[in-house]
């Protein structure tokens, strides 16, 4: 936590001044309620906001290790063949270039309200930079290593998973790292086109009742559980790296 010491303090100073200069009514407080009041509605709601807050967790996590398996086996095609490889890398960077907003509505009309377009819409956001750092990766594996596989007659896979895989994870956390980072706001965004339930829905309704104090706090467990999901992934991080470095593999 030391090294984020002068993160929090930053932020704590941007927090005061926020309180200040909003108590000194250089703005109007239903424009732009001080953090006092955000926390204040965040916690006398909190009995109605928990509901929608698991909705979006719900959606999030399972739409995130859904694009976390996709994203791995794509790295693997990417990486078998460079005719896979020129077939669809292509196709991923042409997928980025569609807006997953555009894509949302098309995603209800099929799908309905339920939870599946929201988690399909979670998968959007998260899948790309997993796959593409997975496979970049698996590219980057030292020339020496592969030469030392090939000369034991190793097969492809056995020289993936005990050797190009590990090697690789730093790559591969860090497509995780952004998604993770993604993952939240994608379920949001699928909230807000339609659904019965979650963090996007009590938005729009904290929105049309004019509850701008509500709105900041959706925001602020927005952003803490986006964190948790982050902290999950570098927790996992540490302890497949380690693992892998005490294994002795030749990274």
Known sequence: MKKYKSSF?????????????VR?????????PPPSLIFQALFSHWNNLLPHVLQTL???????LIAAILG??????????PKINKTIYPLLIIS???PIIALAPLLLLWFGFGILPKIIIVVLYCYFPIA???????SQTKKQFMKLL??????????????????????????????????VAGAIVGEFVGAYQGLG???????????????FASIFVTVLLSFMILKAVMILENLFTCHSREGGNPD
């Open 96 to 98: 980025q270039t569609i």
């Open 58 to 64: 719900l959606e999030t996590v399972i739409g995130f």
């Open 72 to 81: 791995f086996v794509t790295a693997i095609l990417l990486d078998i063949s």
């Open 9 to 21: 303090i930053l932020i704590i100073v941007l927090l005061v001044f926020w309180e200040i200069y």
């Open 150 to 183: 090939t000369s034991m007659n190793a097969t492809y896979w056995q020289g993936l998973f005990l050797v190009r895989f590990p090697s690789s994870l730093p790559s591969f956390f860090s497509g995780l790292k952004i998604a993770a980072t993604y993952s």
């Open 201 to 215: 829905v009590y938005m729009q309704q904290a929105a049309n009742s004019f509850s701008v104090a509500l709105v």
């Open 24 to 32: 000194a009514g250089f703005i109007n407080v239903r424009i732009l």
């Open 132 to 138: 593409i750092t997975g496979a970049g990766g698996l």
